[in-house]
């Protein structure tokens, strides 16, 4: 867990429509999955670039591309999320996205992030966020957890 003393990042909580509009996720893994699966919730143009996709990718109907990652892949990307397992790919993808003005999330460095997605529940057209600053995801889960819990079975 970081402490606020050594992390310089302030992420302010927001709502974006991302409905129509092109999120993109460079790398086709089991990381790449799971920001999937809570994307799906809010965006119908989800863009997967990957040398290899994953089955549950293809399985999913997630539009994807198995080739290496080129910039004019982010061409029209409101935001894209550098997913690989490659530092090198993940740091090339944020600097490229920058030159176009676009936000990164690099998934498995926080202290690189543009935005950092929360922990999101998710009821008909009511949805609850839960954030910790990028420094503790568990603990964001685990409160995200009790609120479903609390909103779907009241006090306990």
């Not at 029209?76 to 997913?83: D, H, L, M, R």
């Not at 397992?85 to 993940?90: A, I, V, Y």
Request: net charge neutral; glycine share 6%.
């Amino acid at each position: 867990m970081l402490s606020d003393r050594n992390f310089d990042k302030s992420f302010m909580p927001v709502a974006i429509n991302v409905r129509g509009r092109k999120v993109l996720l460079i790398g086709g893994g089991r990381i790449a999955w799971h920001k999937i699966q809570s994307l799906q919730q809010y965006a119908d143009n989800i863009q997967v670039v990957a040398t290899e996709v994953s089955e549950q990718i293809k399985a999913a109907g997630i539009s994807y591309t198995e080739k290496p990652y080129e910039p004019s892949d982010l061409a029209g990307a409101i935001f894209v999320y550098a997913c690989t397992n490659l530092r090198e790919l993940n740091e090339k993808v944020l600097n490229d996205a920058h030159e176009l003005g676009i936000l990164v999330n690099v998934v498995d460095n926080p202290s690189r992030c543009d935005f950092v997605s929360p922990a999101i529940y998710r009821k008909s057209y009511m949805s609850v966020a839960v954030s910790s600053n990028a420094q503790d995801v568990y603990e964001s889960i685990d409160l995200r957890n009790r609120i479903k819990n609390f909103l779907e079975n009241g006090l306990s």
